[in-house]
C-alpha cells in the first residue's frame, strides 16, 4: 500500500511538472473521487473525454479523496479553475481544501454536503419517484401494494411524497417505521400477506450489508419480489434495480462543466439529477417467484442475471 502510494505520489508531481511546461495556459481540473468502484470511474473516464472535446488544453489532475492533503500540497500556487467532486466524502474534503474554486458534484444524494457553498452546484443520484413508479408498473403491472421500509428521520418526506404520487398510478405504498436495525425482522413480517413487494430506498440504516441477508431470505421464503438499490442487490437475489448510466452522468457532467468554464456561475447552475436510468433484472428471481417478465422489459436490461 506504501509503495503504491508513493508511486502515484511521484507520478502526480511529474504530471503537474510536465504539464505546467506544455501547457502552462490551460486550464486545470482537480478531480477528487471518493471511491475506486467502477461507476465513479466510468464518470471520471466519460467526464475527461468529453471535455477534452471542446478544451483539449484542459488538465486534469485525479486526486482521491484520502489522499487530498498531501497530493494538493503539490500544487503549491497553481488554483484550479473547477473542482469535480464524486462522492461526499470528496465534496466535504474539496470544500475545506479549495475554499474559493467552483466546484461541480455529483455521486451524491441530495444537497446538503453543499449547504454553505454558495460556488457549487451538483448532480444529485436522487431518483425521481415518478420514474421509479414508472419502471415498477412495467415490470410488476400486476402488483398494486408496494412495501416500504424506512427510518422517518431520513425519508419521511419522501414517504410523504410517494404516497401522494403513487395513487396517481393505482399504487398503494405500504410504510412502515424502522428506527433500528433490530426491528428489521418484525418489520419484514408486518408485511407479509399485506404487499405484492418489497421496494428499497436510499437509507444507510434500513439496508445494508448487515440487513442485506435478512431481506432477501424473506424476499424468498415469502415470494415477494424485492425491488434492490443496484446491481448489487441484483446479483444477490433482488428482482430488479433501478440505477443511473453512469457513463452518461459523465458526459452530463462534462456539459455542466462547460458552462462553468465559460464563465458561469455554479449557483447560477440549477441542481439536476442524470439524464439517462438503466436497470437490471435477475430472471433466476423471476422464476421463483412465478413472475412472467415481458420480453421487451428483458431486451431493454443493461444486465440480466439467469
Given at each position: ?60 489532475v485525479e486526486i482521491f479523496s484520502s489522499n487530498v492533503g498531501e497530493e494538493l500540497a503539490l ?232
Amino acid at each position: 500500500m506504501a509503495i503504491t502510494r508513493r508511486i502515484r505520489f511521484l507520478w502526480l508531481l511529474l504530471l503537474i511538472v510536465s504539464s505546467a511546461s506544455l501547457c502552462a495556459d490551460g486550464p486545470m481540473i482537480v478531480i477528487i473521487i471518493s471511491s475506486e468502484a467502477q461507476a465513479y470511474k466510468q464518470v471520471a473516464k466519460n467526464f475527461e473525454t468529453e471535455l477534452q472535446k471542446k478544451h483539449p488544453e484542459v488538465q486534469f489532475v485525479e486526486i482521491f479523496s484520502s489522499n487530498v492533503g498531501e497530493e494538493l500540497a503539490l500544487l503549491k500556487d497553481r488554483q484550479p479553475r473547477l473542482v469535480f467532486a464524486l462522492g461526499s466524502d470528496a465534496v466535504r474534503k474539496g470544500r475545506k481544501q479549495l475554499t474559493d474554486q467552483p466546484m461541480l458534484a455529483t455521486m451524491i444524494l441530495g444537497d446538503n454536503s453543499l449547504q454553505g457553498s454558495p460556488n457549487a452546484t451538483a448532480i444529485t443520484l436522487d431518483m425521481p419517484i415518478t420514474k421509479q413508479l414508472r419502471v415498477y408498473k412495467k415490470i410488476l403491472p400486476a402488483a398494486k401494494r408496494i412495501g416500504v421500509l424506512y427510518n422517518p428521520k431520513n425519508n419521511q418526506k419522501w414517504i410523504n411524497k410517494a404516497k401522494k404520487i403513487a395513487t396517481k398510478f393505482g399504487l398503494e405504498i405500504v410504510a412502515v417505521k424502522v428506527e433500528s436495525p433490530r426491528e428489521i425482522s418484525s418489520a419484514l413480517k408486518s408485511l407479509n400477506h399485506r404487499v405484492d413487494s418489497i421496494l428499497a430506498i436510499p437509507d444507510k440504516m434500513v439496508y445494508s450489508s448487515n440487513t442485506a441477508k435478512a431481506v432477501l431470505l424473506f424476499s424468498f421464503r415469502h415470494r415477494i419480489p424485492f425491488v434492490g438499490l443496484s446491481s448489487a442487490w441484483v446479483k444477490a437475489g433482488a428482482l430488479y434495480a433501478l440505477d443511473w448510466d453512469y457513463s452518461d452522468l459523465g458526459r452530463q457532467s462534462a456539459n455542466t462543466a462547460l458552462k462553468i468554464l465559460d464563465g458561469i456561475k455554479p449557483e447560477k447552475i440549477k441542481l439536476a439529477v442524470p439524464a439517462k436510468s438503466v436497470y437490471q433484472l435477475n430472471l433466476k428471481t423471476a422464476k421463483r417467484m412465478k413472475l412472467k417478465i415481458n420480453q421487451k422489459i428483458i431486451s431493454a436490461a443493461e444486465k440480466v442475471y439467469e
